[in-house]
């Protein structure tokens, strides 16, 4: 019954923190790396807000469980391939190229400009907001969705870890007593 209210309360608390608007009210912009499976979505001042990987299995079998474990693997291969992008694309110059293109094109789009410098230092501070983060980012994946293509017997599955649940998970472990 305990867990029951903590899970409740921690519930009303992210409902709460998601309707208190935000800091600023700055628009998001998605950047896509490893040919779309890794999607980063980040504010226009640089700010992480979100990551998602896909994965995707074949299901080998008509057994019961065959799609179940289809699933399982597809998450795993996302999570393995957030888990490389981390060690290796966030490191490298392209990661801040892609981030410079994204932001030059939202800009573009929004009919406002910025300067070559403040859009290096915007890519720049992204880069390290999300490799001192990478640790929660990584422990706050969950399977945002899945899905299932009966004709080409395929699953996919994307994993995701935002900044808000990372909030929610430090609150609700705080609660329980962890």
Same mark, same amino acid.
């Given at each position: 019954?305990?867990?029951?209210?903590?899970?409740?309360?921690?519930?009303?608390?992210?409902?709460?923190?998601?309707?208190?608007?935000?800091? #600023?009210?700055?628009?998001?912009?998605?950047?896509?790396?490893?040919?779309?499976?890794?999607?980063?979505?980040?504010?226009?001042?640089?700010?992480?807000?979100?990551?998602?990987?896909?994965?995707?299995?074949?299901?080998?079998?008509?057994?019961?469980?065959?799609?179940?474990?289809?699933?399982?693997?597809?998450?795993?291969?996302?999570?393995?391939?957030?888990?490389?992008?981390?060690?290796?694309?966030?490191?490298?110059? #392209?990661? #801040?190229?892609?981030?410079?293109?994204?932001?030059?094109?939202?800009?573009?789009?929004?009919?406002?400009?910025?300067s070559t410098m403040v859009k290096?230092?915007?890519?720049?501070?992204?880069?390290?907001?999300?490799?001192?983060?990478?640790?929660?980012?990584?422990?706050?994946?969950?399977?945002?969705?899945?899905?299932?293509?009966?004709g080409s017997s395929t699953v996919?599955?994307?994993?995701?870890?935002?900044?808000?649940?990372?909030?929610?998970?430090?609150?609700?472990?705080?609660?329980?007593?962890?």
């Amino acid at each position: 019954m305990k867990k029951l209210g903590v899970v409740i309360l921690a519930v009303m608390l992210s409902a709460c923190s998601s309707l208190g608007g935000s800091k #600023k009210d700055e628009r998001s912009v998605k950047s896509e790396f490893f040919g779309g499976d890794i999607k980063v979505s980040y504010t226009m001042g640089g700010e992480f807000e979100s990551i998602a990987s896909s994965g995707t299995a074949r299901v080998t079998s008509n057994a019961p469980d065959a799609a179940e474990k289809a699933y399982i693997v597809a998450s795993l291969r996302a999570r393995q391939q957030l888990v490389e992008f981390m060690k290796a694309e966030l490191e490298s110059e #392209k990661f #801040k190229q892609t981030v410079y293109k994204t932001l030059q094109e939202a800009e573009e789009e929004l009919k406002v400009a910025s300067s070559t410098m403040v859009k290096d230092t915007i890519s720049s501070e992204l880069q390290e907001n999300i490799k001192q983060r990478t640790n929660a980012i990584l422990r706050g994946t969950y399977v945002d969705s899945k899905e299932f293509d009966r004709g080409s017997s395929t699953v996919k599955v994307v994993v995701k870890s935002s900044t808000r649940d990372i909030e929610a998970a430090k609150s609700l472990s705080r609660l329980m007593g962890n």
